[in-house]
């Protein structure tokens, strides 16, 4: 069906991933199909009649049969498997690699038990982002990192010229590139039971942001309990020799429930939960604090610092910074990239960074950077959408509630203006989505809950952070991943 909001959808995400990678990657986005690299699953993809576009140097899925709406909703229905091989997996080694990396990012790695991980960014001398990016301390000499597709060769560059640097002065770190794997992301609450099928290895007891090394369908995999959608799921680093039989046993153990799904489903999936696009909602003049990250900092670099930009960063945390990233809901055209925020004066306030329209709440949402001050949930504002001018609201950032834990009182998580509240959305039968189906336990208090569900425990490592600090990277889940 081409009419209309569906149609509009999948334009605007494709003309959002374009921007994207032009801004991470500063090269021509458009490449010539010889130039475009494919993952070794490009023809188990057109054979299951994936569309393929180019996207960060590569030839990839934006949708398959199923329109992008349709894919989205069955995601939180049921699940969804993407192709994300064309992110860029690596390790560290070495007994320093942990000192290493606490100079170029924001986290407590240090802090990190042995088969846990967070989000970090990598940042630069001014607090910029370089990147944001998925560590797991394997070991405490082993740190498996994903980076995002469109800033490979950037975050490459950066971390060997300091790693050089490092090691001439006597540290001992090495890395290894894993371009001999691919990567897969099983996401949905079918995520667990189907995968489960290809295991010996209990997953029941793999907790949200944990690491394993197991066979999945016979093959030696990595698997993290992880994603990009505000769903349970899994990313799994596998050979690329048995990637694609591996796809195709993930898809028949669901009997058709988990389906193939491409970027513009993956692209509105993360858009609903708050999730933010390298790129478009991070730029490497955009601090942590500013995105909205300041969980992602740990306790101790907050006091210690340590890391490129810190002086920026932890004087923005004093004092607080210029601008922020918030979410919005609105009527009218939907917000798109570069439209221009306005107060009730028609006083230029902010830019929208991501927008469209939610195939699960059925309305536009939108994510923008606005002058502090007008951040606050509930304040009113216009957007200028081409030549016409739509009235929209200040709203939570994240609209879709993420089923990999529990909601904090503090935390604004679940978006929605008017007369409905938080309560209203669990409860009124015109909002019954997947993700709003059923009631989730009471939130955290101030110490971390030891019930909470299925998927979640207290680690020594969240015990030896803030608990703030340790559930808020849960409840933000992996962001940004491109």
């Known amino acids: ?8 959808l999948g334009q605007s995400i494709t003309r959002r991933l374009a921007r994207a990678d032009k801004k991470a990657v500063g090269r021509r986005y458009f490449a010539s199909e010889a130039e475009q690299k494919k993952t070794v699953l490009y023809d188990f993809h057109v054979a299951n009649g994936g ?3 180019p996207f960060a140097g590569w030839s990839m899925p934006i949708q398959y049969k199923d329109s992008i709406m349709e894919s989205t909703v ?30 170029l990012v924001i986290a407590d790695v240090a802090a990190l038990a042995p088969g846990t991980g967070t989000l970090t960014v990598f940042t630069n001398e001014k607090g910029g982002a370089i990147d944001d990016s998925v560590i797991t301390k394997v070991t405490d000499d082993h740190i498996y990192i994903v980076v995002n597709a469109g800033c490979r060769d950037k975050d490459l560059a950066h971390i060997e010229e300091h790693m050089k640097s490092f090691k001439a002065k006597g540290g001992d770190v090495s890395w290894n ?4 794997r691919s990567l897969l992301a099983l996401q949905g609450p079918l995520a667990a039971p189907v995968l489960q099928h290809l295991t010996k290895e209990d997953l029941s007891k793999v907790y949200f942001g944990e690491f394993r090394i197991t066979d999945i369908n016979g093959a030696r995999c990595f698997i993290t309990r992880t994603g990009y959608t505000g769903e349970d799921g899994f990313e799994i680093s596998v050979p690329s020799e048995n990637a694609v039989d591996l796809a195709k046993a993930i898809l028949e153990k669901s009997e058709g429930k988990v389906r193939l799904t491409g970027l513009g489903a993956r692209d509105s999936l993360r858009l609903e939960a708050g999730l933010c696009l390298y790129g478009n909602d991070m730029e490497q003049h955009t601090t942590p604090v500013e995105a909205g990250l300041n969980w992602a900092i740990g306790k101790r670099r907050k006091a210690e610092g340590g890391f490129l930009g810190a002086e920026v960063i932890l004087k923005q945390l004093a004092e607080g910074p210029k601008v922020r990233l918030v979410g919005f809901s609105s009527t009218g055209p939907p917000p798109r990239s570069h439209s221009e925020i306005q107060d009730e004066n028609g006083t230029t306030i902010g830019e929208i960074t991501s927008g469209g329209f939610s195939p699960c709440l059925k309305k536009n949402i939108a994510m923008g950077y606005v002058k502090s001050g007008f951040h606050k949930t509930g304040t009113k504002a216009k957007i200028l959408v081409v030549v016409l001018v ?4 200040s709203s939570k950032k994240s609209c879709v509630r993420p089923r990999y834990v529990p909601i904090h009182e503090d935390l ?17 039968t015109h909002l ?22 299925p998927y979640y425990k207290k680690s020594k490592a969240q015990s030896a952070c803030p608990p703030r600090c340790s559930y808020m990277s849960l409840i933000s889940g992996y962001c940004s991943r491109s």
């Open 412 to 428: 604004h998580w679940i978006a929605e203006i008017g007369p409905r509240n938080t309560e209203d959305l669990l409860t009124d």
């Open 51 to 53: 569309k393929m576009v």
């Open 74 to 103: 069955n995601c939180r229905q049921n699940g969804s498997l993407f192709d994300v091989s064309h992110m860029c997996g690596f390790s560290l080694k070495g007994k320093d690699c942990v000192p290493f990396l606490e100079k």
């Open 1 to 8: 069906m081409r009419g209309g909001g569906l149609w509009q």
């Open 432 to 453: 019954q989505l997947p993700c709003f189906a059923q009631k989730q336990p009471r939130p955290w208090k101030d110490e971390m809950a030891d019930s909470v569900g």
């Open 390 to 393: 739509w009235w929209l609201l």
């Open 177 to 180: 590139i894993h371009d001999e």
